[in-house]
């Protein structure tokens, strides 16, 4: 058992186990796909929640990491014959190359600038996508890509794929909560709390940001990757500024700086639409009336602010104030 | 104790902000293990003065020297790691971590785990993690208040909240530690407190640069005292001589200290 | 067509889509100054405007000058509520929780039109005439005109208020200091939400004007209100003459470059000189270098 998966052996674990039994409990190909959908929405989540949660930088261009990974993942399979797996390398390394020199400059802007910026990288990812057509099919999108492969046998069954994606999803939380309780996670949310603060503590708070950045950014590309090969079609319209939008509700609703809370957000609203059937119509206004609802009342996220009631409960009857967050 | 080492050293340091000059040409010094003060009426430039050292602000013009070292323009952080510690007039906690994770934050420059090692847990990580808990614990135990590591910080009394920030500071081994009016919110008693944990924060070795408007604490624990005012250097001594300064008198004290 | 009467035309395009993106950003600078809030859903406003307009309009029951009535009034008051229930109640506002809670107004206005108004984009018909007008060899639409008259009307009027009455002035001092105007008795209050009653009923008054020329549809708000962002920030966010002169600049660039570049990019070269000037320089072409102090 490596050592990064001892820290949170027990839960890590349990989960895992849990998640394994899912493909032998649910036999319809339509809720496995709902599976597979959480395990790529958990892992944008993750990623974002980084970024969003614990080192408070907004990003509302998230979408365009997630199609970069997916489009350089097409690109290179469709059109070169690039077989999948380095094909997904390469994903991660352009969308990190790309994060790096979006991220020097725009990380530098705080606030509403922040929100502006990344927004507008977002949109022009999305028009590159629709525009340049030669290479990425413009706006009818590409199709054909193959599905990945591992020890020779093709994964184009829902349950293969099931486990290839929550298997690197597991292995993105895990390594997730690793991050977030080491001296790195604590000067990303000391970052969130007073960035003035964390640096006359002598947190590189520049460089820490565009790594949290980067982190962030190859999680989106893997996610993007994974479910390119498994819905071999992609067009311009799955990365766009309402994905980025409904990324955001996820982390959220999973709450602000809380790794389970990143898996209960993406989980809870890839369900919730295809749960509910008249949901379709009112989807965007729903995602809008949480977003807007859950900042109001329970700014730290809506697990976030349970979690927080109910810790706050628990230290007031050993007489600490208030929860250790 | 106070050596004839100078630690820090500023000459002819200037920084405005559009036409407001809030630092002119300040020259002065900090020796080894002193504690040293400076005083000023708002608006005098002394926060401005904490922000230029700190590494918070770039000069206009003029030279910092730390230790010998010229450093004017680096970075706050690169400041933290040369030994330069600070607190803030505003309290700056990490309000919605606990206490003891408020001090880990300090051993930050002094530690060295990044993404990678802390993201597959490594060997010399999670060793390193250990230290760190160890040290800012002693830490706590050192200003007093370990028995509240557990606590979220914004659930300390202000006073405390105080203490904490430069536990934080502390964290970051500093040769000098500034302290942007530490007395200032806190009632007599905790005023009483502070002042002898200065004294036991210099007898470990740590120089302390202060700006304070509590005058008979400035005057009880500086051994130096730099006077502003108008951003300039009004004038510079022991507290004895600051009291007798016809122009500090005119200044700024008034007549209630002379009496 | 030649060279010239071909830039010709790209100017007046981009001096109809520049009078646009200056009254949005205007808006943006309104509710900036009193609140220091970036409202994301300033873009919905402009898309509501259209859409009642073009409701009210279809009813066929009234006259125009009465509709635009109508439906800038009915979007005001969406402004109104929207600062009451939305942003008023915000316990700790932070930035990030700001533009999260103004982006998801922005969705759920944008979900909201979509129920009533349905997905395909209406057209409204034009003011007066529909007989182009020659320009030099280009020519001009009688909406245009109306475009380009009502916004220099709304910028004039909004100068008016700021320089000539007493909650202008009123704004104003609170753009400067909130503390200051508390304390000589401004209700600062009162002030933040006539500043988006005003932005809502400005975005509205630009949606109308457009609709005709470019149809409205639910989902036009985000881009629109995002180029006015653009615009606001090309200019100086906060400044009002910045925001006008920011608006026809972005017009007039994005025109010459869906002309002589590609039109399928017309959409990123705001996006880019938006980066472009937040990267170089934040405070825009005409705003104040910004002062952080600590």
């Known amino acids: 058992m490596p050592a990064f998966f001892r820290h949170h052996l027990l839960h890590v674990s349990a989960f895992a186990l849990l998640m394994a039994l899912v493909p032998f409990m649910v036999t319809s190909r339509y809720y496995l796909n709902l599976f597979i959908f959480i395990g790529i929405h958990t892992l944008l989540t993750l990623g974002l929640n980084l970024l969003m949660g614990y080192a408070g930088q907004i990003s509302l261009g998230h979408a365009a990491f997630f199609g970069l990974g997916a489009y350089t993942s097409g690109i290179l399979t469709v059109t070169y014959h690039v077989s999948p797996w380095p094909a997904m390398g390469a994903a991660v390394l352009v969308t990190i190359m790309v994060a790096l020199v979006i991220g020097v400059p725009t990380l530098k802007l705080t606030g509403y600038y922040l929100g502006m910026a990344t927004l507008g990288f977002g949109i022009i990812v999305n028009i590159c996508f629709r525009e340049l057509s030669g290479i990425t099919g413009g706006p009818s999108g590409l199709v054909g890509i193959p599905p990945l492969s591992l020890g020779g046998v093709v994964l184009d069954e829902p349950r ?85 939008v409904k990324l955001v509700t996820m982390v959220v609703v999973g709450g602000m700086a809380s790794v389970w809370g990143a898996v209960f957000g993406a989980a809870t609203l890839t369900a919730l639409p295809e749960v509910l059937a008249a949901f379709h119509d009112y989807e965007i206004l729903i995602f809008g009336f949480i977003l807007m609802v859950v900042m109001i009342f329970l700014p730290q996220g809506l697990t976030r602010g349970f979690l927080d009631l109910a810790e706050r409960w628990r230290f007031y009857r050993r007489g600490i104030p208030a929860a250790k967050v | 104790m106070v050596s004839d080492r100078v630690l820090l050293e500023t000459e002819s340091l200037s920084k405005s902000f559009g036409g407001v000059h809030a630092v002119q040409e300040v020259s002065f010094s900090v020796r080894q293990g002193q504690i040293k003060g400076i005083i000023g009426p708002n608006g005098a430039g002394k926060t401005t003065l904490f922000n230029l050292i700190t590494g918070v602000y770039r000069p206009d013009r003029g030279s910092i020297r730390f230790d010998g070292e010229r450093c004017a323009g680096l970075a706050p952080h690169q400041m933290a790691e040369r030994g330069i510690a600070r607190t803030f007039q505003n309290v700056e906690l990490f309000e919605r971590m606990s206490v003891l ?66 536990a934080r500071a502390l964290a970051t081994e500093p040769r000098l530690l500034l302290l942007d009016e530490p007395a200032s919110g806190l009632n007599a008693v905790e005023t009483r407190d502070l002042g002898r944990l200065l004294g036991r924060i210099r007898d470990r070795g740590i120089t302390v640069l202060l700006v304070e408007h509590d005058m008979s604490l400035t005057m009880e624990i500086c051994d130096e005292i730099l006077v502003m005012d108008y951003g300039r250097r009004l004038a510079e001594g022991t507290p004895r001589e600051i009291q007798r300064h016809p122009q500090v008198i005119a200044a700024y004290l008034g007549e209630e200290l002379v009496a | 067509m030649d060279l010239i ?108 039109a979509m129920l009533v108004w349905g997905k395909d984009p209406l057209g409204l018909r034009p003011f007066s005439g529909v007989s182009p007008i020659a320009v030099g060899g280009a020519t001009l639409t009688p909406q245009s005109l109306w475009v380009l008259s009502v916004s220099v009307v709304v910028m004039a009027g909004l100068q008016f208020f700021y320089k000539h009455t007493i909650t202008g002035k009123a704004m104003r001092a609170c753009a400067f200091s909130r503390r200051a105007a508390r304390l000589v008795g401004i209700s600062v209050d009162r002030m933040v939400l006539i500043s988006f009653a005003l932005s809502a009923a400005m975005g509205a008054v630009a949606g109308i004007v457009v609709a005709p020329i470019t149809l409205c549809g639910y989902d036009v708000g985000t881009m629109l209100g995002l180029k006015g962002f653009c615009a606001a920030v090309l200019g100086g966010l906060g400044s009002s003459p910045g925001s006008i002169l920011g608006g026809f600049l972005l017009g007039i660039l994005e025109a010459l470059g869906a002309g002589l570049i590609s039109s399928g990019f017309k959409d990123a070269i705001a996006f880019l000189i938006l980066l472009v000037v937040l990267f170089l320089r934040p405070s825009g072409l005409f705003g104040p270098r910004e002062v952080k102090r600590v």
């Open chain 3, 5 to 112: 009467s071909e830039l010709t035309q790209y100017l007046i395009s981009g001096l109809t889509s520049g009078a646009i993106y200056a009254i949005i950003a205007l808006g943006f600078t309104i509710i900036y100054n009193a609140t220091e809030v970036i409202n994301f859903a300033q873009g919905e406003f402009v898309m509501l405007g259209g859409m009642v307009m073009i409701a009210v309009d279809a009813t066929g029951r009234f006259p125009l000058p009465v509709s635009f009535i109508l439906a800038v009034s009915s979007v005001t008051l969406v402004g109104v509520v929207f600062q009451r229930l939305a942003i008023q109640p915000v316990r700790r506002p932070s930035a990030i929780t700001l533009i999260i809670i103004t982006v998801g107004a922005s969705i759920f206005l944008r979900g909201v």
């Open chain 2, 101 to 166: 994770e408020n001090v880990m934050v300090g051993r930050h420059p002094r530690t060295r785990a990044g993404f990678i090692s802390a993201a597959f847990r490594l060997g010399g990580a999670r060793g390193e993690e250990r230290l760190i808990r160890e040290k800012a614990l002693e830490i706590l135990g050192f200003v007093g208040i370990v028995d509240k590591a557990e606590w979220v910080s914004s659930a300390l009394p202000f006073g405390l909240q105080r203490v904490l920030e430069i």
């Open chain 1, 160 to 244: 293969y794929v099931y486990y290839l994606i929550w298997g690197v999803t597991l292995g993105a939380l895990a390594v997730s909560l690793n991050i977030v309780d080491s001296r790195v996670g604590r000067a990303l949310r000391a970052i969130h709390d007073s960035e003035v603060a964390a640096r006359a503590s002598g947190v590189d708070t520049a460089r820490l940001k565009i790594w949290v950045f980067v982190v962030s950014a190859a999680y989106a590309s893997l996610a993007g990757s994974l479910y390119a090969h498994f819905v071999t079609f992609i067009s311009p319209s799955s990365f766009g500024f309402m994905f980025s």
